[in-house]
């Protein structure tokens, strides 16, 4: 079994998975070792980092040196095939009346999004799972942190996460022996910090999915499937094969060396060595296909090299196919039994749309000008960050929950841009005088993006466009939105964190009203909850394992599940719950349940 390109092949699965991404890639890897015979079904492109990474081109031998473009959104060299915020021949629109425009950022590759995303992997707190019990908004899970704590250890143990445990509040430590060592703060990171402590914001490791040393792979493996050795030999071997970290280089590009996490370089080359998994790509799902008696049989698909309707059967159906695309497929999965989509008695599939509350900031550091040189070299990423450090003052900030920041600065290898601060410093030089002023100025621009927690609100969602379909047929989204004053306020409290961390280090920053500073909804790309779980049928999509309330055979695993999007970055735990669902799945399908 493999990867499938004669399609004629195709047999009746256990389980078919829509979606190779972070949920897709977790649960095909746990019911693949666990001998369950799973078809992968992704609408992208075969991607293997470890043949199509160009991890040490430098600037100047791309178009435009590099620089972002349309297409490109991330840069050149960044890892998204296929897609970015449009994918050709696929749109998606804004309903009539809404008042923001919403992105939606679709890469088109085996792995999804896990290809090119920050790698920053933090736990929800024990608040982040009962928010409305806090403070009466949005939703509170069916679960708390204790039932996913466990989940958490297998997933940070089983990707590989650097990070350090600070005993916060609401920010909770792993287990000793998880974690990784966390690098050395960049001499930026360490004046931020220094400054920070002087305003009482605490700046302490980020935790991302990066090795900063090699995995003990048998002992590893071991911890995580005790009872399965057939799972600790292809895991703990695999696991081996990855290298740790060199600090060179730009982790978005992906990692050929499989020290950062990818669905693809992780999760789908053990699934594969089980011989259980196999995998279609350029098969875009249209619909789930049900029998008479309300049981999910298979999917229906454009197969994208033929352009013709293909289907696949299996006894469960995943969808895995990223929070918006999941309700899409859902809302198109019309029939006699199920008029207004599938898994949508509750009437909530689509609804509930959240990303996180994003806004920036940049700004020069005179302290940092003319710095000798050295070697700043470090994982393609943060090596620091600032939990929400207002839990105690809350109720007077004019907005609920909290955000943290991302923070950076230092000598990156230069690219298009890099040196935009002597347009402002010194401006029209050239010759000597510019080689002088770019040693002066490079590296002395720190720069702080806030990532927060939004409130659920009911002008924030998705929907069929009644008036458009795709190049493959298919019913596309539109979107509406609406940005409530929490929103606005904590963006505009980030805005001001910013500029007196910036205006203490000695810089000029001038903060910007909230509305003006926020980034679009959807630009964080940490969209959730279209689907979301709850403890019953009349108003949530599914139960706490993603399991449909209406369809017994079909399961929801990806952020399309979350009833809240704390400020956390949610892909660890779509992967800690997707754990948790494999569990209950294999221990259902023991059981004869389904
Ligand atoms: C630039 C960037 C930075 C990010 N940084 C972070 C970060 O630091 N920390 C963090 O936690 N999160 C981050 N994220 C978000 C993170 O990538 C996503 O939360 C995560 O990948 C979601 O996993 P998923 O399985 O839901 O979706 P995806 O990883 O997007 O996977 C979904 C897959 O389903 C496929 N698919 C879609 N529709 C269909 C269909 N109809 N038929 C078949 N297949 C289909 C897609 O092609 C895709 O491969 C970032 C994202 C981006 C783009
Ligand atoms: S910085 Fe490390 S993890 Fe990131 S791409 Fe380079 S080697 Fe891989």
Redesign the pocket.
């Known amino acids: 079994m493999a990867i499938l390109t004669d399609r004629k092949s195709l047999r009746e699965y256990d389980v078919i998975i ?8 977790m649960m095909g890897m746990l019911l693949a070792l666990n001998g369950v015979k799973v078809l992968m ?4 492109r075969n991607y293997d980092p470890q043949k199509e990474t160009p991890m040490f081109n430098t600037p100047d031998k791309a178009p435009l040196r590099g620089k972002g473009t349309q297409d490109r959104f ?1 840069g050149h060299y ?1 890892a ?1 095939v ?2 970015g915020w449009q994918v050709p021949g696929e749109p998606y629109g804004d309903k009539p009346g809404t008042e923001e425009e919403f992105w939606w ?10 290809n ?7 736990r929800f707190g024990e608040y982040d799972f009962k928010p409305k019990s806090r403070d009466g908004l949005g939703f509170d899970w069916p679960i708390s942190y204790t039932d996913l704590a466990p989940y958490y250890d297998k997933a940070e143990l089983m990707v590989g996460i650097y990070g350090s445990t600070e005993g916060l509040e609401n920010t909770p430590d792993s287990p000793p022996g998880i974690l990784q060592p966390a690098p050395k703060p960049r001499a930026a990171e360490l004046l931020i910090k220094k400054y920070s402590k002087g305003l009482n914001i605490p700046v302490v490791p980020i935790h ?1 999915a990066v090795l900063s040393e090699p995995m003990d792979g048998p002992a590893r493996a071991a911890k995580l499937f005790p009872n399965n050795p057939s799972a600790q030999r292809i895991v703990g071997n695999d696991m081996s094969m990855r290298a740790a970290c060199f600090w060179a280089t730009t982790c ?1 590009r992906g990692c050929s060396i499989r020290a950062n996490f990818q ?1 693809t370089t992780v999760l789908i080359p053990p699934a594969l060595q089980t011989g259980n998994l196999d995998i279609i790509t350029d ?4 619909e789930v296909m049900m029998d008479a008696n309300g049981k999910a049989t298979g999917v229906h ?1 454009v197969d994208k090299i033929t352009r013709t309707d293909a289907i696949a059967k299996a006894r469960i159906v995943i969808l ?4 918006c ?2 309700a ?2 859902l809302l198109n999965s019309k029939s006699a039994l199920f008029p207004n989509g599938l898994a949508n008695g509750s009437g909530q599939v689509g609804k509930n749309l959240t990303d996180s509350v994003g806004s920036s900031m940049g700004g020069h550091v005179p302290e940092l000008e003319s710095l000798p040189p050295y070697n700043e070299d470090g994982a393609g ?1 943060g090596h620091v960050y600032t939990p929400w450090w207002n839990y105690k003052t809350q109720e007077k900030l004019g907005f609920a929950r909290g955000y943290h920041i991302e923070m950076g600065g230092g000598r990156y290898m230069p690219g298009m841009g890099s040196l935009a601060i002597l347009d402002q410093k010194a401006p029209g030089v050239y010759g000597k005088k510019l080689k002088e002023e770019a040693k002066r100025y490079y590296g002395a621009v720190v720069g702080f993006a806030g990532r927060g927690e939004m409130i659920p609100n009911e002008n924030c969602y998705c929907e069929i466009d009644p008036n458009r379909v795709d190049q493959w047929g ?1 019913p596309t989204l539109r979107f509406h939105w609406k940005w409530s004053d929490h929103e606005i306020n904590q963006a505009t409290h980030m805005q001001n964190t910013f500029a007196e961390i910036i205006n203490s280090m000695g810089g000029k920053a001038t903060p910007k009203p909230g509305k003006e500073a926020l980034n679009k909804p959807g630009e964080i ?3 959730a909850g279209t689907a979301m779980m709850g403890s019953d049928a009349k108003s949530s999509v599914v139960n706490s394992f993603g399991q449909t309330w209406d369809v017994k055979n079909l399961f929801l ?4 599940i979350l009833p809240s999007n704390p400020d ?7 992967l800690a719950l997707a754990w948790r669902s494999a569990d209950y799945l294999l221990d259902e399908m023991k059981q004869g349940n389904i």
Do not use: C, Q
């Open positions: 829509v979606g190779s991404g972070a949920g897709g890639g079904i992704e609408a992208g991330f960044d998204t296929g897609g950022w679709r890469p088109r590759m085996l792995g999804g999004r896990t090119h995303w920050g790698r920053i992997s933090l991302r978005g669905s098969a875009m799902v249209r698909y895995s196919a990223s929070t695309e999941t899409r497929i990423g298919i790309i940490h969209e695993m990806d952020a399309s956390k970055n949610l892909t660890l735990t779509v």
